[in-house]
């Protein structure tokens, strides 16, 4: 099973809201991504947890917070969006161990407008 | 620094024919992967074929195939037999095997393919 969730799958929020976006994978990878991706072009990298610790921050700013409660869940929270910040939001997880580049899956993503 | 370059940002083929996607690199790493991801206009980022820089064979998955020339730098995706279901947008990637950012992904621009009836 090379199966990546993500809810929701659409999100609408003002300026001003707090909302979350979750991500679970049971393939027991210990690499987790978050990944925005605007209209036509590759997905830009955000965070990379490995093994639930914080391994790169692509200087995103503090209005997206990363977490990842255990080696299965990643969560993204937002606050204070701006309506550039509307793009779709992919996950993704990989197996992590040095000496081999493993694929990377992703979940189907949440589509976030910010109005 | 890695780069990956998509020359082509759209493509069209006939049905049942054979397209080849392009796709270079530059890189500094000796051992690193190279993928191809196909992202129809659903949104998901769905995983084809993967090719280690030291594999000595092209990487076939059905009927995707990876024309892997290491001198060249280049790993284009070649699909056969093109069905409608194939027109979407898709993305070569790589990843250093080890070293600092040995977990980052590094994408292509893209190619939109389009299969013509």
């Known amino acids: 099973d090379t199966e990546v969730t993500q809810t929701p799958k659409h999100l609408v929020m003002g300026m001003t809201n707090k909302k979350s976006l979750k991500c679970e994978q049971h393939m027991g990878h210990r690499a987790m991504y978050w990944y925005k991706q605007k209209a036509k072009k590759p997905p830009e990298l955000m965070f990379v947890y490995s093994y639930e610790k914080l391994s790169i921050n692509e200087s995103v700013p503090s209005r997206f917070s990363p977490e990842c409660p255990n080696s299965s869940l990643l969560n993204l929270h937002l606050h204070a969006l701006q309506p550039e910040d509307s793009a779709l939001y992919l996950c993704a997880s990989s197996q992590e161990k040095g000496g081999f580049a493993y694929e990377q899956y992703f979940g189907p993503g949440t589509r976030l407008t910010v109005t | ?117």
Not at chain 2, 30 to 44: H, V
Not at chain 2, 87 to 109: E, I, L, V
């Open chain 2, 1 to 117: 620094a890695q780069k990956i370059t998509q020359t082509q940002p759209g493509m069209f083929v006939q049905e049942k024919e054979a397209v080849t996607l392009d796709c270079t690199y530059d890189t500094s790493d000796q051992s690193y992967g190279l993928f191809w991801y196909k992202q129809p206009s659903s949104g998901e980022m769905i995983f084809l074929i993967y090719q280690g820089s030291y594999d000595e064979q092209n990487a076939t998955e059905g009927r995707y195939s990876l024309n892997f020339q290491k001198a060249r730098k280049s790993a284009n995706l070649v699909i056969s037999a093109s069905q409608l279901g194939d027109s979407a947008m898709y993305f070569c990637a790589m990843r250093p095997s080890r070293g600092y950012n040995f977990n980052k992904f590094y994408f292509g621009s893209g190619t939109k393919l389009n299969v013509k009836p």
